[in-house]
C-alpha cells in the first residue's frame, strides 16, 4: 500500500490503519509505505527507512527508530517518547520547538 492514509484526516487515518491492521491480525501480509513515524510505532513489527535510494534502517520500529535518524531524514527535530496507557506501550515522535531543525 503506497501512502493508504495520504490526504485523510485524523479520524480516517485512524480507521484506515485500523483495518490495515486487522488485515494483518488475519494473516495478511501489509507491505505498507508512509512518511509518518507514528504510523510505524503503532502498528508495525518491522520498518525498512529508504533515503537517497538506499536502506538506512531496518528492523523492529522501537529498535531503529529514533530522533537522529528522524533529523536526518526529515529535518525535523524530534523527541522520541515511550508510552504508557494500561496495558498499551508503544513510543511516539513529538516535534521539539516546532520541529524545524537548525541543521538544514
Known amino acids: ?14 480507521r484506515v490503519m485500523c483495518r490495515i491492521s486487522d488485515l494483518a491480525k488475519e494473516g495478511y501480509s501489509i507491505i505498507l509505505s508512509t512518511h509518518n ?11 525498512l527507512m529508504i533515503y537517497g535510494g538506499r536502506v538506512i534502517a531496518d528492523g523492529a520500529p522501537e ?34 520547538d516546532g520541529g524545524v531543525g537548525k541543521h538544514r
Open 37 to 47: 513515524p507514528d504510523h510505524a510505532f503503532l502498528y508495525a513489527n518491522r520498518t
Open 1 to 14: 500500500m503506497d501512502e493508504p492514509t495520504a490526504n485523510l484526516d485524523y479520524g480516517n487515518q485512524f
Open 63 to 96: 529498535e531503529v527508530l529514533d530522533a537522529q535518524l528522524i533529523r536526518d531524514v526529515y529535518g525535523v527535530d524530534v523527541h522520541i517518547e515511550d508510552y504508557h496507557y494500561s496495558s498499551r506501550r508503544h513510543k511516539l515522535c513529538i516535534p521539539i
